[in-house]
């Protein structure tokens, strides 16, 4: 039997000035020149940034070792002190911090706002499968341009700070491949991560949800075949609707478009192409596990509730 989403995700609350919030790393080692510059603008919004030792960690692709990154992990999810969670960076390594994470041990901690974007994709499915919280498919403090009057990091602010004032996301530059609406509970991430955590005991199938699509530095043929094995695993079965962010570096637009057309386009669901989310660009933040609208025509994501509570 597939796994069924909850009735609703816990939504974790707003961040006020003066929270003290987690960063660790549970992938690649962070760029430290720019994790301190990440830190800066998070001082700057109030918060209190708490570095785990992961987050300083070095290695080839790795933070450190798999049980520093898990253990982090662990105490950035259950450390009553911290109320966010920011990964430091993407890469490479989510899903072998997962592999060690005991969710036993986690049990059932207070929520808490949890973001990243690209490799994060495979935590963000986790805690949404083995706590049922919500999450954000953000910007990250280690990655370049993590910084105040940036439209990527100052969107990201106001919605931690004063989410009832992000009621939508608007993609001015997105383009429908197939028209409609859609409802349900938002989810995905990057394409290749979704395909890599199928089979595993953390992922969430697409069913009954608006799914996020995007990625970098794949090959067209790559991409293909990781659209193939979403199709062919039945993760995409029932899927409300799809978003389409950034495909960047895998072949040019119309390619791409073209290909999203052809393996997604049947499913008889409203597909957008083109929204600003991902690699490659500002870009804006996706809440995973929010009730949300949407409307392919006029590329438009409404939230049908507040993003944090």
């Avoid at 987050?55 to 966010?84: E, F, K, N, V």
Wanted: a negative charge; charged letters at 20%; proline letters at 7%.
């Amino acid at each position: 039997m597939p796994l069924q989403h909850p009735p609703a995700f816990v939504r974790p609350p707003a961040l006020r000035r003066g929270d003290r919030v987690a960063v660790t790393a549970a992938s690649g080692p962070p760029n430290q020149d720019n994790l301190e510059r990440g830190l800066e603008a998070l001082r700057g919004l109030g918060l209190v940034p708490d570095v785990l030792a992961s987050a300083r960690a070095g290695g080839d692709y790795l933070a450190g070792d798999d049980a520093q990154r898990a253990r982090d992990l662990t105490t950035a999810l259950t450390d009553p002190a911290y109320s966010a969670v920011f990964l430091a960076c993407g890469g490479y390594g989510a899903q072998r911090t997962l592999e060690l994470v005991d969710w036993d041990a986690v049990g059932s901690p207070r929520p808490r706002t949890v973001l990243g974007f690209s490799d994060v994709t495979a935590l963000c499915e986790a805690l949404a499968v083995k706590l049922g919280w919500s999450s954000l498919f953000a910007p990250m403090p280690a990655i370049s341009g993590f910084e105040p009057g940036r439209p990527g990091f100052d969107r990201l602010a106001r919605l931690l700070l004063h989410p009832k004032e992000v009621t939508e996301l608007v993609f001015p530059d997105a383009k429908a491949l197939v028209p409609g609406t859609a409802e349900g509970f938002t989810l995905g991430g990057t394409a290749t991560l979704l395909a890599c955590s199928v089979g595993t005991p953390t992922s969430l199938p697409a069913r009954g949800g608006i799914l996020l699509l995007e990625d970098v530095d794949e090959k067209l043929f790559r991409l293909d075949r990781f659209l193939t094995q979403l199709r062919r695993s039945g993760y995409l079965d029932g899927v409300a609707g799809i978003v389409c962010g950034t495909f960047t570096d895998c072949g040019e637009r119309e390619q791409v478009e073209e290909l999203l057309r052809e393996r997604l386009g049947g499913l008889g669901v409203p597909v957008l192409a083109g929204a600003d989310i991902g690699h490659g660009v500002e870009m804006q933040t996706f809440p995973i596990g929010v009730r949300a609208r949407l409307d392919a025509d006029a590329g438009v994501l409404h939230f049908l509730e507040p993003v944090l509570s």
